[in-house]
């Protein structure tokens, strides 16, 4: 059980940072074509960079809970 939730914990992680930089890439190209002056309002760029912030949040809460049930778990074996 514990090798199974160490495996869902580093794909968590991995999709974290996978969440992370392509967030980050995103707002970068969002933010290069509003320095241009290109369109009015939230930009197709920067929702899906505000999506994948959310995404991010949402696989770093997961590897919290899993970090969280391993600890419980070794505290029980101990």
Do not use: C, W, Y
């Not at 969440?19 to 969002?30: D, E």
């Amino acid at each position: 059980m514990n090798v199974f939730l160490i495996i869902l914990l580093i794909a968590a992680m991995i999709a974290t940072v996978v969440a992370l930089v392509r967030g980050i890439v995103t707002f970068l190209q969002g933010a290069s074509a509003e320095a241009r002056g290109e369109g009015d309002g939230p930009s197709a760029s920067a929702l899906k960079s505000n999506k994948m912030m959310q995404m991010r949040i949402f696989f770093q809460a997961i590897a919290i809970l899993i970090i969280v049930l391993l600890l419980v778990m070794a505290g029980h074996n101990s």
